[in-house]
């Protein structure tokens, strides 16, 4: 079945540090790759998206590039803020049949960016 | 406007009673889904709706869980005799389908004593 795998948090950073979280997955079909935020005391809420090989997804200075060949899709961000602190799930759906496009979650990683 | 919304936002109760769990969904999305949050996890799926027909509930855990949609539009998740395991956060979530995003409530808190 379809997974993902998310690097190991909790992470804590100072402002204005660059930021990895690094994303693997395994998938039976051609998945569309998401990362998902959610800040304290909020929802869930859609961060980037990718849809097919070698797209880039990019908000809110928030990059990551879909890699096929690495089966990859990490999230960067050159610098920081203090309210980029927030839990960060990477996702993947592919469709099977019809319109579902359920979506299969990494575990999520604590981002913690201190003044 | 209105995003999805869920009640009640914490819901407390005791092992083997049954509780009820509802989302309204944003107006017009047609598709709706159900993902469970345990704790230190990421959610996952339950139950997709399209309209008012479950499409795909090959992840409800087991015969205690039932979801229902029956207007195409709000959406109660039910459990019975529920169990401390059953304790979590869930989800929902709507959409118009296929591979438009998914659109998340702030999601109920279920413990089960």
């Given amino acids: 079945g379809d997974s993902v795998t998310q690097m190991e948090g909790p992470v804590t950073l100072s402002e204005e540090a660059f930021l990895t979280i690094n994303c693997t997955y395994t998938a039976t079909g051609y998945p569309s790759l998401f990362w998902y935020v959610q800040y304290p005391g909020e929802g869930l809420q859609l961060l980037l998206k990718a849809t097919k090989a070698d797209d880039k997804g990019s908000n809110k200075g928030f990059e990551a590039t879909y890699r096929k060949e690495t089966t990859s899709f990490h999230l960067e961000k050159g610098s920081v803020q203090v309210s980029d602190s927030a839990v960060y799930f990477c996702a993947l759906t592919t469709r099977d049949t019809g319109a579902n496009s359920k979506l299969t979650f990494g575990k999520g990683i604590t981002l913690s960016v201190r003044p | ?113």
């Fill in chain 2, 1 to 113: 406007g209105a995003g999805v919304s869920q009640t009640p936002s914490n819901k407390v109760t005791e092992k083997g009673k049954y509780v009820e769990l509802r989302c309204d969904p944003i107006s017009g999305h047609t598709a709706l889904y159900w993902y469970r949050q345990s704790l230190g996890q990421g959610p996952e799926f339950l139950i997709y709706f399209q309209g008012t027909g479950a499409a795909d509930d090959s992840g409800l855990p087991n015969d205690r869980f039932f979801a229902v949609r029956p207007e195409g539009s709000v959406s109660t998740l039910k459990i019975q005799r529920t169990e401390r395991g059953d304790s979590a956060v869930y989800l929902c979530a709507s959409g118009r389908g296929g591979a438009d995003t998914q659109y998340f409530g702030p999601g109920t808190r279920l413990t089960v004593l």
